[in-house]
């Protein structure tokens, strides 16, 4: 059973984990539209803009065959303010670079921010 911290101070801390965050974030999902042909075209709106901290860690690091060799793939780790609606197959475009949400670590009521995993498009 966990803790309940006071909304107070967990507001404080908050506030503290969000003035370390130096980036923005474009959290970006799709929507199906169809197109003259029968099919469907997906379409990216942005959904929410954000205060952001973008970590490379080798947590996440995986390795993928491209061709006949390894490649090391970078995972990365997304921080955004308590609350941010980012979801999986959400896409989150950080300086220039966009990202796919792959998981997110759930929104529970003493966490500081929302933790979300990414995965660079190539």
């Known amino acids: 059973m ?3 911290i ?7 801390l908050r506030a503290a984990a969000e003035a370390t965050f130096a980036d923005v974030v ?12 029968g099919g469907e075209t997906l379409t990216w709106s942005t959904v929410a803009t954000a205060a952001c901290q973008l970590l490379e860690t080798t947590r996440l690091t995986r390795e993928q065959e491209v061709g006949s060799t390894l490649q090391r793939i970078a ?6 303010p308590h609350g941010t609606d980012v979801r999986p197959k959400d ?16 929104a529970r009521s003493n ?7 990414l995965a660079e498009i190539s």
């Open 26 to 37: 474009e959290i970006r999902r799709a929507s199906a539209a169809s197109d003259e042909v």
């Open 2 to 4: 966990s803790a309940t």
């Open 111 to 117: 966490n500081l921010t929302t933790i979300v995993v």
């Open 91 to 106: 896409r989150a475009k950080v300086n220039g670079i966009e990202y796919e949400v792959i998981a997110g670590f759930g």
């Open 75 to 80: 995972g990365w780790q997304l921080n955004v």
């Open 6 to 12: 006071p909304a107070a101070e967990l507001a404080l």
